[in-house]
Every structure is written in C-alpha cells, then in structure tokens.
Nanobody, 116 residues
Framework: QVMFVESGGGLVQPGGSLRLSCVAS????????MGWYRQALNNQRELIAS?????????ADSVKGRFIISRDHSDNKHMVYLQMNNLKSEDASTYYC????????WGQGTQVIVAS
C-alpha cells in the first residue's frame, strides 16, 4: 500500500523557516519523481516543487529562490524534504507530498501557519 506521511508544519513568523519531511512507503520511491504540493485558495492542490529520481529540481515561481526540495533514500527509507525559507503570509497552507506520477494517494498533509 502506497503511503505518504508529511510532518514538520507549524506556526512561524513571516521571514522564518520551516523544514517539512515526508516518508514515502509502499514502493521503491528512489526511482520515482517526487513533489510537494499545497492547497490553493480554490482548494486545488498545486505543485510547488518537484525532484526527479536523479535530483533535478523545479519550482513554482511563487517559491523559487526560497524553497528547496531534496530527497534521501538511505537506510531503506524514502524521505522527501522541503526547506522553506523567508516564509510569507501567502505560504500559509496545508502541504502534501507524493510522487508526481500518482494521481491520488494523498496523505493527511501538514499545516503551515505564517503569522506574527
């Protein structure tokens, strides 16, 4: 069974940083492209960062230069991270990770609140 479990969200002040983590299980995700998504105001989940199996990254313009996606498949664990820096109020959302090849299989997400 494919599962994605996100963690690391919380309350942070504008300009602050957070690091989100995602544990992927059920497949050998070292071969899968992975992505971080967040819930937009229209309730659609938008892809904001992705990383290929060989480490190439792409970012939405809204987070480029502030967020960094990375992955680690050592010790038989499949981890995907999102380092978020210089957070803005508009970054507040619920964040999800999953393989960009999978249509469903959403996890519970982790909530990020940006407030003074």
């Amino acid at each position: 069974q494919v599962m994605f479990v996100e963690s690391g969200g919380g309350l942070v002040q504008p300009g602050g940083s957070l690091r989100l983590s995602c544990v992927a299980s059920g497949r050998d995700f070292s071969f899968y492209p992975m992505g971080w998504y967040r819930q937009a105001l229209n309730n659609q989940r938008e892809l904001i960062a992705s990383i290929t199996s060989d480490g190439k990254t792409t970012y939405a313009d809204s987070v480029k230069g502030r967020f960094i996606i990375s992955r680690d498949h050592s010790d038989n664990k499949h981890m995907v991270y999102l380092q978020m820096n210089n957070l803005k109020s508009e970054d507040a959302s619920t964040y999800y990770c999953k393989s960009t090849l999978m249509v469903d299989s959403w996890g519970q997400g982790t909530q990020v609140i940006v407030a003074s």
